[in-house]
């Protein structure tokens, strides 16, 4: 089962947490992004987006592993990370990085299918 809405899910957590915090990537503004409100926020809102081209693509790579490696260590504890769980999360996410229009609710589904394996949250 995928993703299909913004909630107290631990895909959705999880990505929030991620993006929001200052020592990874610090993503929303001042003001902050309530929750409730962030599944429609888009990439290209968020502070980390800058432009398109190969730069855009280096730079989805480089979000794509932090925010990987952030949540390996957040919330997989002493779970192992598997080959296939990594690439497919890392191509989902490099891609949702790379294109302004994707949203945190579309983060939060990558998140969903390659570490929850669409058990119901």
């Known amino acids: 089962m995928s993703l299909t809405a913004w909630q107290e899910s631990p ?3 999880a990505t929030y947490r991620i993006l929001e915090n200052d020592k990874l990537f610090d993503a929303f503004d001042e003001d902050g992004l309530p929750f409730a409100d962030a599944g429609e926020a888009t990439i290209g809102h968020l502070l980390l987006f800058f ?3 190969h730069e855009t693509e ?3 790579k480089s979000y794509a592993k932090t925010f990987l490696n952030a949540f390996r260590k957040l919330y997989l504890s002493d779970s ?3 080959r296939q769980q990594y690439t497919q999360a890392f191509v989902g996410l490099s891609e949702v990085f790379t294109n302004k229009d994707s949203t945190l609710l579309a983060i939060a589904g990558v998140v969903h ?3 929850y394996n669409g058990d119901s949250e």
């Open 58 to 60: 280096l730079r989805a």
């Open 80 to 82: 192992k990370l598997s």
């Open 113 to 115: 299918a390659a570490f």
């Open 51 to 53: 432009g398109s081209g």
């Open 11 to 13: 895909a959705c957590i």
